[in-house]
């Protein structure tokens, strides 16, 4: 355990940075989830309801460094052709 005063406080701000990065990315995952339920279901408007949040959260996850930028066009564009499949 830390005992000098200015490793205490990397520790706690540490531990909130992993909690909102944490918060993010399990955001993230279920947003690409429901789109991927609605698409194993065939459900077209139900997908197509469900992309756009996702595309939102997986933006907001690469805004934010949760997210690498390939990472994140890799994933909206596997979600895109998936609903566009249907």
Same mark, same amino acid.
């Given at each position: 355990m830390a005992n000098i005063k200015?490793? %205490?406080? &990397?520790v706690k701000v540490i531990a909130k940075k992993?909690?909102?990065n944490k918060m993010i %990315?399990? &955001?993230t995952k279920t947003a690409i989830k429901k789109v991927v339920v609605a698409v194993n279901s065939k459900d077209k408007a139900a997908a197509q309801a469900a992309l756009t949040p996702a595309i939102s959260?997986?933006?907001?996850?690469y805004t934010k460094g949760i997210m690498h930028r390939n990472a994140a066009a890799?994933?909206?564009?596997?979600?895109?052709?998936?609903?566009?499949?249907?």
């Open positions: 200015s490793a %205490k406080k &990397r992993a909690l909102r %990315k399990s &955001r959260a997986i933006d907001k996850a890799r994933k909206k564009s596997s979600l895109t052709k998936m609903v566009n499949a249907l």
